[in-house]
């Protein structure tokens, strides 16, 4: 089994916790501030940062590691 494929038994799991504490989620975190610069796409703002997904991690499961759901906001 893969990397990627064993990640998406992660991704399935219903504990988000789970899935938010998996290094492949913080990472996918990391990843997309990064690639905004570390600022709020929306306002510019350096704080207060997070990740959000733009279809909703909850609903979407195969999208929750996906960098074009992802965009930093404050
Ligand atoms: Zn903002």
């Known amino acids: ?3 990627k494929d064993e ?3 992660i991704s399935k799991s219903k504990n988000i916790d ?3 504490n998996a290094k492949e989620y913080k990472d996918w975190v990391k990843s997309i501030k990064e ?5 709020c796409v929306l306002c510019g703002a350096n ?8 279809f909703s991690f909850k ?8 960098p074009d759901n992802g965009i930093t906001k404050s």
């Not at 690639?35 to 600022?39: A, I, L, M, V, Y």
């Not at 609903?59 to 996906?66: D, K, Q, S, Y």
């Open 1 to 3: 089994m893969s990397q």
């Open 7 to 9: 990640w998406i038994d």
């Open 18 to 20: 789970e899935v938010r």
């Open 35 to 39: 690639r905004d610069n570390e600022c």
């Open 47 to 54: 704080q207060h940062l997070e990740a959000h997904h733009v």
């Open 59 to 66: 609903n979407f499961v195969p999208l929750r590691l996906e």
